[in-house]
């Protein structure tokens, strides 16, 4: 007891390079650093957390968590680091204080980028939700090329904020990367302008993810969109990978955006049909359009089109109300099965191409005819 109070009398006087009073201060500094660093990511984070929970269902204790570790860090390395600003050290050539200083200013730009990484993650659950809202699907797939863009710049920031704590300078390295960015741009200018591609194709949307596109001559559905290339699952389910470069500066044909799929061929009819039979077939053919369910009723056409080499030639033209394949299938089968029993009925045939020949004899009589199939 006695020693502990002549301890208070001279507690001005040096031990170890510091008085009894800067110790005492850098214990107060650090158990206030101690007490504020409980407050705020015991109490403070829990009530935060249940405020947010009531106000919205994706942010839940795992995501908010995330900042909880990262914020308490940097809470106790700033009061540290005001803590040893009141002790003494025998430092001649001032690198034990330079050390100090640039151990601090690191791990605090460490620990705020590690927090502000955990906050993108939690911007990403509302994009995600509003994203999800959306029609395209295009909006899904640029979530996660933003998270990487936003943690790539913030690790960035913290890379030169540190470097400048080393006692490098910003400047000239900024300067360095500017003539070495030079000759890197002209060596990837490739990249560079499949990066470009892609902020084309997300800002213009000329497709999205599950879309069935054709790009040159590369037909399938889009299964994604990167910041390099696009990848498109072949009907051959081969993966193709093309660069946006190319998607950007090609003619997409989106097939996924047709209102109403179509159907266009030519009927031949055989030259032994009459005029009535013909007028008669049309009609058939138009009642069958007319009743089959799935065909589009606001237009479609039946028309005698032309005398070909070895057929009459009759136009069908006509939509399906779907965009299903399979179903477009279905109902350009019961057509054709329709086409055919109205034929039929009608008594008209198919041609196929063939090629007659004629022989004539000298004598005046009837003209011998021989048909030979091609």
Known sequence: MKEFIELLQNWRDPYLGNTLGQYLTVFIIVFIAIVLRFIICSVVYHRLMNWVGSKSEDLDAKILGKI????GYIILFIGLRIAVQFLTFSDENGKINAFISTFFATVIAFSAAWMFIRFVDILMVYMKKH???TESKLD?????????????????IAFALIVQNLGYSISGL???????GLALAM????????????VTIFSDQPFQV???????????????????????RTFHKTEVSIPNSVVANATIDNFSRMHRRRVSTTLGFTYETTAEQMEKALAAIKDVLKNTKGVHQDFYAVSFTGFGASSLEVMLYYFTDTLVWMEFVEIREKVNLGIMKALQEVGVEFA?????VY????????VPKLELIS
């Open 187 to 198: 060596a990837a200018k490739d990249t560079l302008s499949n990066l470009f591609g892609s």
């Open 359 to 366: 022989l004539r004899s000298g004598e005046k009589g009837q």
């Open 131 to 133: 994203a999800s809202a």
């Open 174 to 180: 900024l300067a360095g990367l500017g003539i070495g």
């Open 140 to 156: 899904d797939q640029l979530v996660p090329l933003i998270s990487k863009s936003l943690k790539i710049f913030i690790v960035l």
């Open 210 to 232: 599950g879309d069935w596109i054709k790009v040159n001559s590369h037909e399938g559905i889009v299964e994604a969109v990167g910041f390099r290339s696009t990848r498109i």
């Open 68 to 71: 909880k570790k990262p914020l």
């Open 352 to 356: 196929f191409d063939s090629l007659s």
